[in-house]
């Protein structure tokens, strides 16, 4: 059986990078008894995929990893069981079933949501809401990327799906695809660039708040939370 498993990174853990995290589950699922599969060879390890890598430093409240297991005895009992192996930092939030034919987490993947605060809660960006709308407003928004070998101008204003201010933070949902993946760094910066505002990136706080598939086409996406196909069992 393929399962999706929704967690959340948050506290001291965030400074965990993702190659830790994938090695941490490893663990974690040994010691939860959880009857994983493994892959064939002269080197097997665990069936896994994860989502979207999280940037070290950011919260999560919507991450994801698909592995295949053997047995069970029902979603809640999985879930609880590798609650209990996780240390604080990690949350287990659901457990689902995938259909055969559902592609893995990190294929899956279309875009994402983030929250982003000032760290100073005396701030806040409910007073930029109408800088907002003239910043969406924009045919393009231009940023500088940076390869090994060479430097070019990106328009990242059709990866942008959504802007809005909700309890003084800035939310963003942002292609997160693996052909048009956009930092919400990037967004955030041109942002504050466009209202004349400076901030230095160590002064803000951005949490992922979910990772989403798109149902529909490209001309007209139906994005739906990565759990979303999954069934419980």
Known sequence: ???RIKFSKYGALRFIGHLDVMRFFQKAIRRAGIDVAYSGGYSPHQI???AAPL???MCSTGEYMDIEIHSHQGAKDLQDRLQKACPVGIGILSVKALPDKA???MASVAAATYAVAFKDKSLSFDSYAATLEAFVNQKEILITKETKRSTMEVNIRP???RCWIEDGALCLMVDASSSGNIRPGFVTEQFLK???V???????QTIRIETWLNAGTQENPD???LDAIGEEF
Do not use: D, R
Not at 198 to 204: H, K, M, N
């Open 159 to 161: 990866g942008i799906y």
């Open 198 to 204: 400076s901030v230095p990136e160590i002064e803000l």
């Open 1 to 3: 059986m393929k399962v």
């Open 55 to 57: 940037g070290v430093g």
């Open 48 to 50: 896994m995929t994860f």
């Open 223 to 225: 994005f739906q939370p």
């Open 194 to 196: 466009f209202a004349g």
């Open 103 to 105: 592609g893995n987490a």
